[in-house]
């Protein structure tokens, strides 16, 4: 939307430019120096689509409330550019992209020490387990489904922010077990002394499920408390998470027990 701005008359620019303003004339400058601050307390979210019309549909119904200002790269190189310009606080990532796919995109995100930790949303249009498990092990945080709600997205976007700025470190934290030790203040994992390479997601559903040792806790309260909301993802996906952290993890892998019908426990 473009904005028509009058001149100011003859008379305004006279008495702007040499008299005084009127008392009850509120300060010319004060607009402006609210502008940065609003700006400043927005959450950044990058949004890396090829398909304009999508991309620019994303981008309205983010920032509609005000508190999210979205950036759009409709290429793998170019969102690589622009996150090493200013990391954003989450990145909504398209898994077919041009130049560079959206795997391989995930994956230098994830090398970056600035993006390690940006919570990651991947779209794509592959249905198959197989598919969603390669882009989570590639560092994805989650991922929706083409074709998908904007409502729904915009509500795992708002969820994932919610959980706290990216880079904003944990409460210190440590356990060491008969094999497992962790260090979740430095991030670090290791299982018989050898450390273990877990995805930001993998990484919190452990210090979670450490932090509840010998607790119950159900695929429900898993969402929630790790992935920042109770709907809208399938609890499917915890399954898959708990899996492969379980595999990573070797013979530590036996703490973390399924309750049928309940959910995970982490026994010491």
């Not at 595999?247 to 703490?255: S, Y």
Request: hydrophobic content about 40%.
């Amino acid at each position: 939307m473009t904005l028509h701005v009058l001149p100011p008359t003859r008379t305004d620019h006279r008495t702007t430019a040499g008299a005084a303003a009127p008392a009850d004339a509120a300060p010319r400058t004060s607009p402006l120096r609210s502008v940065p601050a609003a700006r400043a307390n927005r959450r950044r979210v990058l949004v890396v689509e090829d398909e304009l019309d999508i991309a620019e549909l994303i981008k309205h119904t983010l920032e509609r409330g005000g508190d999210i200002e979205v950036e759009l790269a409709a290429s793998g190189d170019a969102a690589l550019k622009a996150s090493s310009e200013q990391p954003p606080d989450l990145v909504v990532l398209d898994l077919n992209l041009p130049v560079l796919s959206g795997l391989e995109v995930c994956r230098i995100l994830r090398q970056r020490a600035a993006t390690a930790t940006v919570p990651i949303i991947m779209l794509t249009a592959r249905t198959s387990e197989g598919d969603r498990v390669m882009g989570l092990d590639s560092g994805a945080d989650d991922y929706v489904t083409k074709p998908f709600s904007v409502r729904e997205l915009a509500a795992r976007v708002r969820a994932a922010l919610r959980r706290g700025r990216a880079g904003e470190a944990p409460q210190a934290t440590t356990y060491q077990g008969a094999h497992l030790t962790a260090d979740f203040d430095a991030v670090s994992v290791q299982v018989d002394g050898v450390a273990v390479k877990l995805t930001r997601r993998e990484f919190e559903l452990l210090r979670y499920l450490v932090d509840n040792r010998n607790r119950v806790l159900s695929r429900d309260r898993l969402l929630e408390r790790v992935w920042g909301y109770d709907r809208f993802i399938e609890t499917r996906s915890v399954d898959v998470h708990v899996g492969r952290l379980r595999a990573k993890l070797g013979a530590a892998g036996r703490q973390i027990e399924t309750v049928v019908g309940l959910g995970y426990r982490f026994v010491e």
